[in-house]
């Protein structure tokens, strides 16, 4: 009976991570990684007019160490996956990745010999923003399609798992 | 070896250290990357790398159409995708004997001056951020959301504008447009004023930027330079003035020319073409004025361009300096050859010859000053 | 004298060709004579080519293939002897008179190699190395004959007419990771 509350859907787990998915989300602290056209798109959403300060993306962490969302502005070359790899390996859990447009989604328009062919082939992407560039509130509507997915996450199963496997 | 070093150095113990900065660095402005051989916290070599950016652009144009090359020529400089556009376009209508007309000639210099302001912008303002100052980049931000508005309103993009046609232009200009850039004229100046007043007479801005990566003219010309970064260094050329293409000999503007080619000149240099460039858009609106709704706006253009055997090089002065396109024909639909002249190479490999001898954090805003935009410098 | 004919003075003996398209003026040199013909230029008289604009390669082999055939004239002609496969190309600029000039040297395939003009311009050190890394035509004497753009040890070099646009999956000799 006691085991209730920590099997499945149970009441205090259940809370405990809402508790911690809505601390989570709301603040999403981004690192702008823009390499490229849509770097200048995601400086314009991150300046004054569109703010993105306003849905918690407070902070720009420049270190990947300190950073919840890799926001992936602008084309990767073959050249750059090794970094990008690195950088993505670097974040501490929880983290999540945007593609921000077209060249990191899928590559673009430059569908050539030494670009990567959409981000998603070296590293797990959560949400893609489609445009080249896409716009600021592209980018903003996508930051809360990712607040939504994190609401929705269940960061308690892992240790769920361990617990079960000591029963 | 050593010893050698040390003296180059000035001071210090020998003891060197290398280290890496960028790609992924804040100030490195995502793609590049740079090897120095610090002593202390002065620079004894630097070595840039670059290619973080090679999409293959040149590659792909020879595998395009000449006109579906226009869109990827937005993605060379996306901070005035416009100038990349009307250099394309110049060159190919130079190669076709294409003779586009007068309104289309104005409509692409009012763009162009444009375009020239809010790279300006950005490269001020994030010279200011990478030194710290970080106010200037959200005055100056709002009146480029305006400027980009404009954009938008012209032609539907705000970043990437594919604007004008081979042959001229797609489209008149609105028909309030002189109106709206009354009202953003004020606001513009403002901005830049605010900068001006922050920045320029500002102490630490001052000690910073003064007297960094100093650049004789002489070796300016040897390396290649032009555009504001040649400018600084004293040596006055504008292909504005000197090469005038479209209506520019027409128009009366001044060339801003520094002293030291330091830091400081650079950033002056391109204050005052911000404000030279709102000038230029009056005249060129003045003279625009002067054409009916219904004058032509493209020349006569064959349904599928072919290019004819041979080779041209054409060359406007963007907002970094020279940017030219050799584009190669040989009777088919597609260019057999593109090479893209991008100011900001040549600027760049001068970079361990800037950068010698100074402080890391000098290194910083040499860079920034340099205004290098990765997406033509790796093309 | 008008340009064209100043500019056939000053290169002289070496001139192999001259042409003239849309104003644009380009000269044909030996390949081993390069440095001496551009010295030559940057110093003369009323010409004065001081400022090296941009250095490139051109890979010539595919040149004519895009035309349409059907004629047939062109089929049965006798083939011409077949001119040097790449080209690298020079263009000069006066500051002080504001004209331009191109200047091209031909490279067979079997000898990949052009003095450098690193030693005249500095500004050509970048350029040579990019012109190394795309088409695979060595410059002798430069200081850092290294790839520029494309990553060390990558197998080809990919601006030549032969290497296809989308490239040949060398990338996938690079460590990805595990994903």
Known sequence: MGFQAYVGQGWVLSKLEQLINWGRSRSPWPLPYGTACCGIEMMAALASGYDMARFGAERPSFSPRQADVLIEAGTITKKMVPVLRR????MAEPKWVIAMGACACSGGVFRT???????DQVIPVDVYVPGCPPRPEGLIYALLQLMEKIKQDHPLYPQLAELKKGV | MSRQLDAQAGHGTGDFVTINIGPSHPAMHGTLRVVALTDGETIVEADPEIGYLHRGVEKLAENLTYHQFIPITD???????????VAYEMAVEKLMGIEIPDKAKVIRSIMMELA???DHIVCVGILGVDLGAFTPFFYLFIQREELYEIFEWYNGARLTNTFGRIGGVE????EDFEERWRRLVPNLRKAIDETDKLLTHNRIWMDRTIGVTAFSAEDALNWGFTGPCLRACGVKRDLRKDEPYYLYDQLSFEVPVGKHGDVFDRYMVRMIEMEES??????????????????PLMAKVPKVLKGPEGEVYAAIESPNGELGFYVKGDGSDKPYRVKIRPPCYMVYQAFPELVKGEMVADLIACLSSLNIIAGELDR | MDFQE?????VGDDLVSMTEFRGDVSVTVPRTRIVQVLTRLKEAEGLKFDFLSDLFGVDNSALGKGKKKGKKEDEEAPAAPKPPRYEVVYLLLSIEYNHRLMVKVQVEEGQMEVPTVTSIWKAANWPEREVFDMFGIRFKGHPNMKRLLMWDGFPAHPLRKDYPLEGEGEERRLVYGDA
């Open chain 3, 6 to 10: 100043r500019v056939k003075a000053c």
């Open chain 2, 116 to 118: 020239r302001i809010s």
């Open chain 1, 113 to 119: 010999y030494s670009t990567l062919q959409g981000i």
């Open chain 2, 278 to 295: 709102i000038k230029l858009v009056d005249q060129l609106l003045k003279i625009y004025k002067e054409f009916g709704p219904d004058d």
């Open chain 1, 87 to 90: 950088i993505y390996d670097q």
């Open chain 2, 171 to 174: 489209a008149d200009l609105p």
């Open chain 2, 75 to 85: 993605r060379l400089n996306y901070c005035s995708a416009i100038t990349n556009n």
